[in-house]
């Protein structure tokens, strides 16, 4: 089923959602040494986004994440093989293309977790920019409404300029 990509306002209730589901992450994955943030567009307060919570591990060698595979399955996290994304290792909660939570890990320090944080630290501290992209998803989301993968695409200029800009 294909979800569509709908722009909610910004919720407060994501904060406390994110810090719930880091508790259990933690919980199941207590004999690892992990680093976890929110990120995306839920983690930035007065952005809208889809109402899909996205979290980030770090962690020091990405071979580690395989015996993750069973403990995250146990709360409901679906490990998706992307073989394009050879840095990441990513778990999703939720219907294939309907989720709620993703769960994207990096090696804690690398040029993709120093990203996230720098788009998610810009936005925050930027209303001027935080606002443009505001714009931005909601006019992607009425352009692509039903391809959430052409609405991602789009986007990708944008947050790869602001990375510049944070950098």
């Known amino acids: 089923m294909e979800k569509i990509v709908k722009i909610e306002d910004y919720n407060p209730d994501w904060v406390h959602e ?3 589901e880091r508790s259990r992450i933690m919980k199941v994955l207590k004999n690892y040494s992990l680093c976890i943030e929110h990120i ?3 983690s930035v307060i007065g952005l809208g ?10 962690v020091q060698h990405l071979d580690e994440v395989d015996t993750f595979i069973e403990p995250l399955n146990s709360i409901g996290y679906e490990f998706v093989p992307h073989k394009e994304f050879p840095e990441r290792r990513f ?12 769960l994207h890990i990096y090696k804690f320090g690398s040029e993709q977790w120093v990203n996230q944080l720098s788009f998610r630290d810009y936005l925050r501290s930027h209303p001027d ?4 992209y505001q714009e931005l998803k909601l ?3 009425q352009k692509h409404p039903g391809d959430i993968v052409g609405y991602t695409k789009a986007k990708a200029p944008f947050i790869q300029n602001v990375i510049e800009s944070a950098r």
């Open 91 to 102: 778990f999703r909660k939720g219907q294939w293309r309907a989720g709620t939570h993703h």
């Open 129 to 132: 920019v935080r606002k443009q």
């Open 49 to 58: 986004a889809k109402s899909i919570l996205d979290i980030m591990a770090g």
């Open 18 to 20: 994110f810090q719930q």
């Open 139 to 141: 006019s992607l989301a």
């Open 40 to 42: 995306g567009s839920t």
